[in-house]
């Protein structure tokens, strides 16, 4: 693998992202937003703490979804942006495996999670470990009984598809939702790190 | 009326080399899309079992207020219309869009998003439609107003009464104190 992760989150991580004179940052084929982390988690807790019991997978497939749609028109964006062709493409030569171990270092550059692939079964499998996540942080104190790293989750999902469920599709009929992923480790339940599974859906 | 102020806003941005996460003036920041904000609008929209929209509405008011509190307190900004133009800015920093307070005093104001990421990120995604679907403005407003007035949250109830995303120019917002 060529893919040099370091100066991909050195390279990445120092881009300056802030709004236009219309207060829109549009980029990556997207608009996208930079909030506060908080604001994210605390729907995200709020809303599954709030709903029965019966409800809560439902409750995290919706918040999984969120990320999903999110990580298959955005990794698009990414894996064809000029910031992805300069820095990364360079790297890449093993096609798409080579673009997910990439494309895990803009995830870390981003701040969205400190994270690597650590196994990938061409078109099958790929299991994804994270080593800082904000979704983490919900646990202050002690352990939650449930992981709830949804958008590492579903941004993971995505990128399966990106990499092996066909042409991308700006419509996201075809192409999105192929594969799924379980969280099997959290930081936030008392583990030493995330861990995602991903497989085909 | 008070004059526009020229309070510009600071970004001070800083990496973690660590940890790999993004602060903003020392806050926590994430970057995400407009598929992201609109599938969490849709969402809140969507939930039948509780008032999400107020739910989401109340987590962004909470996120924002920190934020804004945090830097009118470490800055020194105590004049309304200062802390108006702080947010304006922060607003746009953040890539919400622009955001204009037309007129503000303690019991309430108006306000207007002449762009609006999560109105034209539906548009983009989905097309118009009829309802108001930024729930993360009226929470951004209500923060905004109790930030600037010195309040604590859930001090304003804010009403989204005309929407770009059904097609107006301009989103209009309402102000009141509770």
Redesign the interface.
């Known amino acids: 693998m060529a893919i040099d992760r370091k100066r991909i ?2 390279a990445l ?2 881009l ?4 236009n ?5 549009p980029a ?1 084929n ?11 988690n ?2 995200a807790q ?2 599954v703490r ?3 019991i019966d ?1 809560l997978e439902a409750g995290e497939a ?2 999984v ?3 999903h ?2 990580g298959y ?2 990794g698009y964006g990414i894996i064809t942006s000029e910031e992805w062709k300069a820095v990364v493409q360079p790297m890449v030569e093993k096609v798409p495996e080579d673009i997910l171990h990439g494309a895990y270092a803009v995830f ?7 994270s690597e692939v650590t196994s990938i079964v061409p078109g099958e499998k790929m299991v994804v470990r994270a080593y ?1 996540y ?1 979704e983490a942080d919900p646990a202050v104190y002690g352990n939650l009984t449930r992981p709830c790293a949804y ?1 590492i989750r579903g941004v993971s999902a995505a990128f399966m598809d990106l990499a092996y469920g066909g042409d991308y599709d700006p419509t996201g009929k075809t192409g999105m939702r192929t594969f799924q992923c379980e969280q099997t480790k959290g930081i936030e339940c008392g583990d030493d790190y995330g861990e995602f599974v991903v497989t085909r859906a | 009326m008070a004059t526009r102020s020229k309070a510009r806003l600071a970004l001070d941005r800083a990496f973690d080399a660590k940890a790999c996460r993004h602060y903003l003036n020392n806050n926590m920041h994430v970057l995400h899309c407009h598929h992201y904000a609109t599938l969490y609008c849709q969402l809140a929209d969507d939930c039948s079992i509780l008032d999400a929209k107020k739910l989401l509405a109340d987590c962004a008011e909470d996120a924002v207020y920190d934020v804004l509190s945090g830097y009118f307190a470490a800055n020194g900004i105590d004049g309304v219309v200062d802390r108006i133009a702080i947010a304006e800015q922060y607003f746009s920093a953040a890539g919400m869009g622009r955001m204009v307070v037309v007129c503000a005093g303690p019991d309430g104001g108006d306000v207007e998003f002449v762009h609006s990421h999560v109105d034209e990120g539906w548009i983009k995604k989905w097309g118009q439609r009829d309802e108001a679907v930024n729930f993360i403005g009226l929470g951004f407003v209500a923060a905004v107003f109790a930030a600037a007035f010195g309040r604590p949250v859930r001090s304003y109830a804010v009403t989204e009464v005309q929407s770009i995303v059904a097609g107006a120019e301009r989103s209009v917002f309402q102000v009141v104190a509770n």
């Open positions: 989150i050195q991580s120092e300056e992202v802030s709004g004179e219309d207060g829109l940052i990556y997207v608009f996208v937003n930079q909030l506060p982390a908080g604001f994210w605390s729907f709020r809303l709030s709903i029965d409800l919706l918040l979804n969120a990320a749609e999110c028109h955005t870390t550059a981003w701040g969205w999670a400190k800082d904000y958008m």
